[in-house]
């Protein structure tokens, strides 16, 4: 993948301009030059997930999608540095398969409630219990978890990775982990018994099905739902489709609804309103603390110090490259 030119600011902004004002632009516009001279001279690239704040993820981002695209397109850039604008756990992702560049995350308080929900000695502590039975850790998880692991996934590719180790080691049980809500979900759609664990996400699991209910009323039932596998079951049954933000996305591309509500958090919205003019988009949702934390001003100061970078120790990162190259190798298969 080559080093992206340049962009337009005057078509960044037709991107942007019914989420800010003339004025807001305007005092951002420095901040996108500035980054965008920064990313030249550093070779950088930027990741942005699909819950950066939009003048992140339209602005100065290279790459955007959801977890499994971002680690997918790492190991495709050809770049010096690269800049993870998500949170802790995506850094990592991007290091370990990239050990010879430069990753940088804006803020290294950006985590993730689930990646904190779970160590590795919990991990050690279930394959006790659980003995011969197959570790499947969602991509949202530390290096040092997905060291103890035998296969990681997404949101996106759950079912499949859980049915391909179950397949490959002869199991009929694989340990999901941690999230319980994405365990439940993926035991929906797949006959190998997920044993999961109790982890959450923190914004996902505030979503309650009577908000759905009391919002279709308030639209006499004219929109469609859509949410991501980490809400609760029952708001995932409350919902009309369920799947991962890159799912959403293509939902919408697909099927093109007239109107939505899409449960997960906030910038999701945001970032799909431009490429979906047909579609009004129902306000109502959680942001993530986490994600917020990256900014245009963290941004240019990462790429200014080169600070703060990831590192991982070269025996943890080897173990924890074997789980991510493995579901990788699935998705190619």
Known sequence: MNMPRKPDLD?????????????????????????????????????AHNYMRPEIFHGVADITGDSLALAQKAVEVDAEVIVV???HFMAET?????????????DMRAGCSLAESITPDDIRALR???????????????AAVKAEADICCTSGNAVRIVEAIARETGSDSVLFLPDRYLAAWVQTQTDVRIIPFDGSCEVHEQYRPEDIHSIREDYNNDL???????????????????????QMADYLEREKPGRVLLITECSMGDNLMKSHPETDFIRSCHMCPHMKRITLETIANSLQTLEPRIDIPAELARRARVSVERMLAVGRS
């Open 11 to 47: 078509l960044l902004y037709t991107r942007m301009q019914s989420m800010l004002t003339p004025m807001e632009w305007s005092l951002i516009t420095p901040v996108i030059e500035h980054i965008q001279a920064l990313k030249a001279e550093r070779q950088a690239v930027i990741l």
């Open 85 to 87: 604008a998500g949170v």
């Open 94 to 106: 991007a290091k370990l398969l990239n050990p010879t560049r430069t990753v940088l995350i804006p």
């Open 128 to 142: 006790q219990q659980w003995p011969g039975v197959p570790v499947c850790v969602y991509v949202n998880t530390s």
């Open 224 to 246: 469609v739902v859509i949410a991501h596998p980490e809400c609760p079951s029952d708001v995932i049954q409350a919902a009309d489709f369920a799947g991962s933000t890159a």
